[in-house]
């Protein structure tokens, strides 16, 4: 596809069930974000993957929470013991000129978490 | 530390009025982002600004640059249905990658 792929698009699960989250971003985009959004909010920083660096991974909200790029294409990002509070959009973005704020940042549609 | 303040968080007009929303920090921005976000989708870029003062236009919507690159506003004219989402305006971190996000302003355009 041409744009940011995320899956799955709605997942409902259970207090303490764990769960991953997957981005495909656009071929040849370097970079890759993930965003939570809470209803209705502004963008939550997560994690930032830029080609083969370190991960920034000063965004994420706890130790449950952890996200991997596999060859530089696609991300998970898993969250543990899931908690209601964790109930949010998370976004996920791909760009090929990394937070220069010139670069655009295209996203994914989300996926939609509901921890009951 | 870079905040952007966005105002209002929440506008509700008839379909044909004009509207403004802003973008502010006290902090200088090399430049500014403005995304709009659909209902069930991810934000989308309407413009980048990047010289104080500038002024650009898509369509009916106006983007303005302050000259001290401050701030930004977004005027819209003869707003429609269509034009109703979440505007969020966005700049490049200082120290790193990141980009400071405001916490968006929602708007409803009713028929």
């Known amino acids: 596809g041409a744009g940011v792929s995320q899956s799955p698009s709605n997942k409902v699960t259970e207090k303490g069930k764990d769960v991953e989250l997957r981005c495909d971003p656009i071929?040849?985009?370097?970079?890759l974000y993930w965003y939570r959004q809470s209803l209705g909010q502004g963008l939550e920083f997560l994690i930032y993957?830029?080609?083969?660096?370190?991960?920034?991974k000063s965004g994420l909200p706890s130790d449950r929470f952890s996200a991997e790029r596999t060859g530089g294409s696609v991300s998970t990002l898993t969250i543990q013991r899931t908690q209601q509070e964790d109930s949010a959009v998370y976004l996920c973005?791909?760009?090929?000129?990394?937070?220069?704020?010139?670069?655009?940042?295209?996203f994914g549609e989300g996926s939609r978490l509901t921890v009951l | 530390t870079q905040l952007l303040e966005q105002s209002p968080q929440f506008l509700s007009i008839q379909e044909g009025e004009n509207l403004t929303v802003y973008c502010n920090s006290s902090s200088v921005f090399s430049s500014l982002q403005w995304y709009r976000q659909e209902p069930g989708e991810g934000p989308v870029l309407l413009v980048t600004?990047?010289?104080g003062g500038e002024v650009k236009k898509l369509k009916r919507l106006t983007f303005q640059f302050g000259d001290a690159r401050k701030d930004s506003s977004l005027h819209i004219t003869a707003a429609q249905p269509g034009d109703t989402g979440l505007y969020l305006c966005?700049?490049?971190?200082?120290?790193?990658?990141?980009?400071?996000w405001g916490a968006g302003t929602k708007l409803i355009i009713k028929p």
């Open positions: 600004v990047v010289t």
């Open positions: 966005a700049g490049p971190s200082d120290s790193n990658y990141q980009l400071i």
């Open positions: 071929s040849g985009h370097t970079a």
């Open positions: 993957f830029q080609g083969n660096s370190a991960p920034d």
């Open positions: 973005a791909s760009s090929e000129q990394p937070g220069t704020g010139y670069g655009e940042l295209f």
